[in-house]
């Protein structure tokens, strides 16, 4: 079963605009970590946030926010004033009692 | 603060070859991940030790691949005898985990292995 829903192949955003990547995620279990990685073409793999299911608030990085809906069972990304940099390959992972399950990844590509 | 370190970051070599990658985790982890890489099948876990003692290794595909952890500051992952179908990024990752879920993995920058 799929444990992690990343429904966007490709995204297209201007630059300086905000963008929201979505991500759905299943799981029965009360406890579990929610990430964001960013993989440019260069291929390495990157932090760049984290949500605890038991955090009230939802996390903020910089220009990274996520936009954690429990009851949604969604963890959306949020890129604020998008720069050209942040052309890359965006997944969602899960980490539920040390199982770790990835998306199949959203490329955005930022417009100048 | 040194990351995870894999080698080598490119390797080439023919089928049938025994193939070994190499990581040194963060320091004061006590998880340490392998995953693969490729177009057709995304990101998947082959294997992940905990306090260098493996504890899943459902996703290593077969017998060819085999995965040590002889201490905290290192990890092998082999492929005897290397396929064409092994041609994939092999990333490590580690993390400092709880009982329930881990702190962010951090990878290393990958192996890009192609088996000719």
């Known amino acids: 079963a799929q444990k992690i829903t990343q429904t966007q192949p490709g995204m297209f955003v201007q630059e300086k605009e905000a963008v929201t990547l979505d991500c759905t995620y299943d799981?029965?279990?009360?406890?579990?970590?929610l990430f964001w990685y960013k993989q440019p073409s260069s291929g390495e793999m990157i932090f760049l946030i984290y949500?605890?299911?038991?955090?009230?608030q939802n996390a903020t990085e910089g220009r990274y926010s996520l936009n954690f809906q429990k009851a949604r069972k969604s963890a959306n990304l949020v890129i604020s004033a998008s720069q050209l940099g942040d052309s890359a390959m965006y997944f969602c992972a899960m980490d539920n009692f040390n199982k770790f399950y990835f998306g199949s990844g959203t490329k955005l590509n930022v417009k100048p | 603060d040194a990351g995870v370190i894999q080698s080598p970051r490119h390797e080439v070599t023919e089928m049938g070859q025994e193939v070994t990658l190499r990581c040194k985790p963060i320091?004061?982890?006590?998880?340490l991940f392998w995953y693969r890489q490729t177009m057709m099948r995304g990101l998947e876990l082959l294997i992940y030790?905990?306090?260098?003692?493996?504890?899943?290794d459902s996703g290593m595909p077969e017998d060819r691949f085999s995965a040590k952890m002889p201490n905290a500051s290192f990890s092998t992952l082999k492929i005897q005898p290397s396929e064409p179908r092994d041609s994939a990024v092999y990333f490590c990752a580690s993390s400092s985990g709880s009982r329930t879920h881990n702190q962010p993995q951090h990878f290393g920058d990958g192996t890009r292995l192609s088996i000719l």
């Open positions: 030790f905990n306090n260098n003692v493996p504890i899943d």
């Open positions: 320091s004061g982890h006590d998880y």
């Open positions: 799981t029965s279990d009360p406890s579990y970590g």
């Open positions: 949500q605890g299911s038991y955090d009230q």
